[in-house]
């Protein structure tokens, strides 16, 4: 099995802050992750794919960046719409399955 | 544009069969490139990958809940459905049905259904 962890698991943060979320996972999965955001009693959204693809229509103050095991969701400039519980998964493999990471939620500091 | 919508009871007796039905439209569920999954979410946590149904026809499980999972894809009607069986409280859970793009992430989901698993 694949492992996800995220960090942190809640984060205070301000409108116009610069915000990073970090996903680990427990070994390699070549840039086969995705970012979600989701919203109370929403489905998550698409947000980047292939670890720093941005989906269409989303707004280019989030990215995605990789090093390793290691991925990361930058929001440039936190904006009200932004604070939400983001997610990160990976898809690497359909043979051991499609792992999110715990979750990650982003409060008004 | 494409939609998917749940179906099925939103209360199952504990040892039972939950069976959820995700009707797609706007679009062929017999278009290569996509697959056709099942993700829930317990109440208060994180999201569950359940399975995965390729165009293909093949299938794949969640390690964990793969002996108990069924997933099946009807092209005839343009749905796909989730079995799981001998159900516990622990399976408590808001049920998604989503497409994804083939080296995507999931663009589509359902709104979801609550499934509460109770006597």
């Known amino acids: 099995d694949i492992q996800m962890t995220q960090s942190p698991s809640t984060l205070s943060a301000s409108v116009g802050d610069r915000v990073t979320i970090t996903c680990r996972a427990s070994q390699s999965i070549s840039s086969w992750l995705a970012w979600y955001q989701q919203k109370p009693g929403k489905a998550p959204k698409l947000l980047i794919y292939?670890?720093?693809s941005l989906e269409s229509g989303v707004p280019s103050r989030f990215s995605g960046s990789e090093s390793g095991t290691e991925f990361t969701l930058t929001i440039s400039s936190l904006q009200p719409d932004d604070f939400a519980t983001y997610y990160c998964q990976q898809y690497n493999s359909y043979s051991v399955g499609f792992t999110f990471g715990p979750g990650t939620r982003v409060d008004i500091k | 544009q494409l939609q998917l919508q749940e179906s099925g009871p939103g209360l199952v007796k504990p040892s039972e069969t939950l069976s959820l039905t995700c009707t797609v439209s706007g679009g062929s569920i017999s278009t290569s490139g996509y697959d056709w999954g099942w993700i829930r979410q317990p109440p208060g946590k994180g999201l569950e990958w359940i399975g995965t149904?390729?165009?293909?026809?093949?299938?794949y499980y969640n390690p964990a809940l793969k002996s108990r999972v069924t997933m099946s894809v009807d092209t005839s009607k343009n749905q796909f459905s989730l079995k799981l069986s001998s159900v516990t409280a622990a399976d408590t859970a808001v049920y998604y049905c989503a497409r994804r793009p083939v080296g995507y992430g999931v663009d589509v989901w359902g709104q979801g259904t609550t499934v509460t698993v109770s006597s």
């Open positions: 292939k670890a720093s």
């Open positions: 149904s390729l165009y293909s026809g093949n299938t």
